[in-house]
């Protein structure tokens, strides 16, 4: 594993220096990794989320190995955190090149739909998607204002292939989805790519809930066979953010070792 993060370090060098990113739900796993990468990669980054003592161990860790980090904490669920977020965010930065929608609820995990109680439907839905809707909305200007500005929605596979038992957190990132097109249609007028990156299960804290036989299935149908750890799906979001993709926009980019072929 240590030799792929080096890789992905080496070949991502200074492909975004100047530019300045948002990263919601950064205080651990895939948040956290990416907003690492973008850092070794030359971005100045905020790296924004709703556990405090998290994301103070995450600056200090960024901060241990060499990089400059900011952190603002926010609620995804509060329209007026979510624009002070991203307001903070461009005061701290000078700007926004660059939004990851990562911030993100499961908390359906294990329901089956009969199972699933409407209060927790229509909060995963709030956070997942209303959040990733109203966070966009809040940095548009800054973005608009880069000229050459980049939205990356994480949403996951498991809406391409209908995870079972997880009803509310599927459709919330079926919706992440459709939603990225129609973001993609309204804000490439000002040279604004959207993108959405579906990963597959992936080694974090967030997945620690997972069944043993939902990790076995995937690893044992994917065309690349092992665990997928956060790593893998850095240097793609990466690339989204960076200007070796500035006319692509509007897609889906599953990431998952070819579980799902999108």
Excluded at 46 to 73: C, M, N, W, Y
Aim: hydrophobic share 45%; charged share 15%; with cysteine.
């Amino acid at each position: 594993m240590n030799q792929h993060i080096n890789s992905s370090a080496q070949i991502a060098a200074k492909v975004l220096a100047g530019r300045r990113v948002l990263v919601t739900g950064a205080a651990r796993g895939l948040g956290f990794d990416l907003a690492r990468l973008a850092l070794q990669a030359g971005a100045s980054v905020v790296l924004a989320d709703i556990l405090e003592p998290e994301l103070a161990q995450a600056k200090a860790r960024l901060e241990s190995e060499g990089f400059k980090a900011h952190t603002v904490v926010f609620d995804q669920s509060s329209p007026e955190s979510i624009r002070q977020c991203a307001e903070q965010a461009a005061n701290l930065l000078g700007g926004l090149d660059g939004l990851v929608n990562n911030a993100a609820i499961t908390n359906s995990g294990g329901k089956t739909m009969e199972e699933l109680q409407i209060d927790m439907f229509d909060r995963v839905m709030t956070v997942n998607v209303r959040g990733c809707w109203l966070m966009t909305q809040a940095c548009l200007p800054a973005l608009r204002a880069s000229g050459n500005g980049a939205v990356v929605n994480l949403a996951s596979d498991t809406a391409l292939w209908g995870a079972p038992n997880l009803m509310a957190y599927v459709a919330s990132k079926g919706a992440v989805i459709a939603m990225t097109h129609s973001m993609a249609r309204e804000m490439g007028a000002d040279n604004i790519t959207v993108n959405a990156v579906a990963p597959g299960l992936t080694l974090v804290e967030a997945t620690e809930y997972v069944p043993k036989h939902r990790h076995e299935l995937y690893e044992n149908q994917r065309a690349i066979q092992r665990a997928q750890v956060p790593e893998d799906v850095s240097g793609v979001i990466v690339f989204l953010l960076s200007g070796l993709s500035r006319f692509v926009t509007g897609q889906v980019l599953a990431v998952n070792g070819g579980f799902v072929m999108h």
